[in-house]
C-alpha cells in the first residue's frame, strides 16, 4: 500500500504487502466511495438550502456555510485521493498533487475546527443578548452579517497560517522500488507539528466548545423556571440540549480516534503490522465522515 498519511507512514509500503489488491482494499474502497457520495450531496444540500433565497446573510447560516464549504471542498480534493493511499501499491499523482493533497486536508480539517468554535461562541453571545445582558446593544452591534465574514477570513487565514508546513511535510519519493508520497521531515520536526496540529485544531476548539455549550446549557436548565415557563418550555429545553450535545458529541468522537492514534504512535510503542495498519485506517474513516 501507498506510504502515506502520518506518524511512521514512511514503512506502510512494507505493511501493505504485495502488488495485488486484497479483499480489504475492495472494502476500504467502497466505504471511501460512500463518504464521497454521502459527504458530497449533503454539503451540496445544505449550501443550496443557505445560498437558496439569500437565506445565508444572518451571523448563524453564515457560520453554517462556512463549513459547509470546507468539507465539500475536503470531499471532492482530498478524499479520492486518500481511497487510493490505502488501496494501490504506490502513489500516481505526481509530486504537486502529493504535497497539495495534504495540504488541502489540513486546511480544511482547520477551517472546520476553528468555526464550530466560532459558532460556539456566537451561540453564546446571541443567549447573552436575549437574556437581557447589559451589554445586549453591543453585543447586537457585533453579531453582524460584516463581523461574520470578518471572522471568517480570519478563521482560513489562520487555517492557511497552520496548514501551510504541510506543503513541505511531504513529498513523493521512490521507496522499495515503488513511487510513494510519505513525509519528508525528520521525526523531531513531525512529532512538533503534529502536537500542534492536535493542539491547536482538536484540544483547543474542543476547550472552546465545552467551555461555551456548558454556559449555554447552565443558562437553559438554571435561568428559566420549568414550572412558571410551562411544560412547552420544559420540552424546549430539552430538545435544545440534546442538540446541543450531539453537536459537540460527534465532532469530539470522530476526530479523538485520528488524534488519539497519532499521540499514540508518537509517544508509545506502535509496531506496524497488517493489523495495525488497519486501525491506522479505521480513524481516519471515522474522521472523514464526520
Known sequence: MNGSGGPGAEDTSEAGGGGSWQPEAVIVSMLF????L?????????????????????????????????DLCFI????????????????????????????????????????????????DLS???????????????????????????????LSLLFSGPYLSYYRQSRLANLTVCHPAWSAPRRRAMDLCTFVFSYLLPVLGLGLTYARTLHYLWCAVDPVTAGSGARRAKRKVTRMIIILAALFCLCWRPHHALILCVWF????????TYALRILPHLVSYAN
Open 268 to 275: 508509545r510503542r506502535f509496531p506496524l503490522t497488517r493489523a
Open 38 to 70: 454521502l459527504g458530497t450531496v449533503g454539503n451540496a444540500l445544505v449550501l443550496a438550502v443557505l445560498l437558496r433565497g439569500g437565506q445565508a446573510v444572518s451571523t448563524t447560516n453564515l457560520f453554517i456555510l462556512n463549513p459547509g464549504v470546507a
Open 76 to 123: 471532492v480534493c482530498c478524499v479520492p485521493f486518500q481511497a487510493t493511499i490505502y488501496t494501490l501499491d504506490g502513489w500516481v499523482f505526481g509530486s504537486l498533487l502529493c504535497k497539495a493533497v495534504h495540504f488541502f486536508i489540513f486546511l480544511t480539517m482547520h477551517a472546520s475546527s476553528f468555526t464550530l468554535a466560532a459558532v460556539s461562541l456566537d451561540r
Open 33 to 36: 466511495a460512500l463518504i464521497f
Open 127 to 157: 443567549r447573552e443578548q436575549v437574556s437581557g445582558h447589559p451589554l445586549s446593544a453591543a453585543l447586537r452591534e457585533l453579531r453582524t452579517p460584516r463581523n461574520a465574514l470578518a471572522a471568517i477570513g480570519l478563521i482560513w487565514g
